[in-house]
């Protein structure tokens, strides 16, 4: 099969690669980019572990072609960090313990950005509705919607 050339911008950087043309976004981004941070979970648009954003909106990139995202934009949890520092999402992650084995956080968060940039004071149900395609087997999503609310918080407090 011949491969398919993509050129797309993958966390604010134009990449160019070649791959299988029948590969999901999921595939392309861990087995042609390196980038691992994108969790494989069910493979059948179920679980959210595979979140990214696309354009800035959320999408489960085990549904996406890597073909379909031509010219596009892509963020992954890879590049949410500012340098040395974390995210505002990833620190209150760590201090109210919305990630424990850490498998459904890269999307979880995905999702809660899309949230924020869209809507910077969300109510609790807000944030669990957004977050609702994100299965997690840890947490008992308790934390995470606090993650996200004090996440919320620390984004106001920064932009004052
Ligand atoms: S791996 Fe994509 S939704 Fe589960
Ligand atoms: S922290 Fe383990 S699945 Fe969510």
Redesign the pocket.
Do not use: P, Q, Y
């Given at each position: 099969m011949k491969p398919h050339r993509l050129a797309m911008s993958v966390n604010g950087e134009k990449v160019e690669t070649l791959f299988a043309p029948y590969k999901t976004l999921?595939e392309v981004l861990r087995e042609d980019l390196a980038l691992t941070g994108t969790?494989?979970?069910?493979?059948?648009?179920?679980?959210?572990?595979?979140t990214v954003l696309l354009d800035g909106a959320p999408v489960?990139?085990?549904?996406v072609l890597g073909m379909e995202c031509e010219g596009r934009s892509v963020q992954t949890i890879e590049g949410l960090a500012r340098g040395p520092d974390l995210h505002p999402l990833q620190a209150a992650f760590a201090d109210f313990g919305g990630s424990q084995c850490g498998y459904c956080t890269p999307g979880v968060i995905m999702a809660a950005k899309a949230l924020l940039e869209t809507n910077p004071s969300p109510t609790r149900d807000q944030i669990k509705e957004a977050t609702a395609g994100n299965l997690c087997r840890c947490t008992g999503y308790q934390q995470i919607v606090d993650a996200v609310e004090d996440a919320a918080r620390r984004l106001k407090e920064e932009a004052r």
């Open positions: 999921l969790k494989h979970g069910c493979e059948l648009g179920e679980c959210g572990a595979c489960l990139s085990c549904l």
